[in-house]
């Protein structure tokens, strides 16, 4: 029998703390794998692009995820697909789940644990960007650290009040008024050019940037990725589909990784000067990390809908 797990039943067991726990030992143990995840983009003969992230293992977990997403930017929601969550023993289908909302809760909740590491004591927020994302790293932020003020912008004026609204914030009226205010600026947008520059920041911020997740999409400016403290997710998927590939910039202009801060080989940063920034890209383990955990807790409450795809 396969569990089927809605946006709903989702929802319903994933809480931000135990998943930011499950993101900061997965970040310490993932590079133990025996199996590297692979990330594979293709484009299509329709106005989006088609992604699969496989497969996603951690130790310690006898099960691994294949995740297929659909991503047409001018829909609504942009992201769509399924989480496939396999027994490691037999293969068998164990569950099928809502891709869109492991996604916005595994990239969020991670850019927030990586943003609270790595960003300096300031307390005003700046958000650009106002969607499924931003939402998972303000929330994940608020539980791990406190802020003030929060300057929101997004093109959709409507989608920006309503999430400075929940939130408690402001809307400002472009991506650079936001990073005019704030101490830490979060990056979930589109943009396919840079939306700041060095000369449009200031000493003492940091930036995470989620952005550029594939080939062309750009948040942040060359000269802003190589004047800043950079940490990534992944060297080599960085320079070839995130933030450094956008800005022409090798594998080795990232200073480090988040694991290797999170297992102490790395300081991170060390003062309050200077800039820091987080480009990741997102990792398949980070998919199962979730995912096994909602299984569990889906199992335990009774979450969900069983099927028997083989009948």
Same mark, same amino acid.
């Given at each position: 029998m396969t569990l089927l797990l809605t946006r709903s039943d989702l929802e319903a067991v994933l809480e931000p703390e135990p998943c930011l726990a499950a993101l900061r030992e997965g970040f310490r143990d993932a590079d133990a794998a025996l199996v590297a995840g692979r990330r594979v983009r293709a484009d299509l003969p329709f106005p989006g692009t088609a992604t699969a992230l496989l497969p996603g293992v951690l130790p310690g977990i006898e099960a691994y995820t294949v995740k297929v997403n659909a991503k047409f930017t001018h829909?609504?929601?942009?992201?769509?697909?399924?989480?496939?969550?396999?027994?490691? !023993?037999?293969? =068998?289908?164990?569950?099928?789940?809502?891709?869109?909302?492991?996604?916005?809760?595994?990239?969020? &909740? +991670? @850019?927030?644990?990586?943003?609270?590491?790595?960003?300096?004591?300031?307390?005003?927020?700046?958000?650009?960007?106002?969607?499924?994302?931003?939402?998972?790293?303000?929330?994940?932020?608020?539980?791990?650290?406190?802020?003030?003020?929060?300057?929101?912008?997004?093109?959709?004026?409507?989608?920006?009040?309503?999430?400075?609204?929940?939130?408690?914030g402001r809307p400002v009226g472009s991506a650079r008024e936001a990073a005019a205010v704030a101490d830490t600026v979060l990056l979930a947008?589109?943009?396919?050019?840079?939306?700041?520059?060095?000369? !449009?920041?200031? =000493?003492?911020?940091?930036?995470?940037?989620?952005?550029?997740?594939?080939?062309?999409?750009?948040? &942040? +400016? @060359?000269?802003?990725?190589q004047a800043a403290l950079l940490v990534v997710d992944d060297r080599e998927l960085a320079s070839v589909m995130g933030a450094l590939a956008a800005a022409r910039l090798p594998a080795e202009a990232a200073d480090t990784t988040l694991g290797a801060v999170l297992r102490g080989e790395h300081p991170g940063r060390t003062s309050t000067a200077g800039r820091s920034v987080y480009a990741p890209v997102g990792l398949p383990w980070q998919d199962l990390a979730l995912t096994w955990m909602a299984y569990r807790a889906a199992e335990r409450q009774g979450v969900g809908q069983r099927v028997d795809l083989l009948s």
């Open positions: 829909a609504r929601p942009a992201l769509r697909g399924v989480i496939c969550l396999h027994s490691g !023993e037999d293969g =068998e289908l164990l569950a099928l789940l809502d891709s869109a909302t492991i996604t916005a809760w595994r990239t969020g &909740l +991670a @850019a927030a644990l990586g943003t609270h590491l790595l960003a300096g004591p300031g307390d005003v927020l700046g958000v650009i960007g106002a969607g499924a994302q931003a939402e998972l790293m303000v929330r994940g932020l608020r539980a791990l650290r406190s802020y003030g003020d929060l300057a929101v912008h997004d093109t959709d004026g409507d989608r920006c009040a309503d999430f400075a609204a929940r939130h408690g947008t589109w943009s396919r050019s840079p939306l700041l520059s060095l000369a !449009e920041t200031r =000493e003492g911020q940091h930036f995470t940037s989620l952005g550029a997740d594939e080939p062309g999409k750009q948040e &942040l +400016a @060359a000269d802003l990725l």
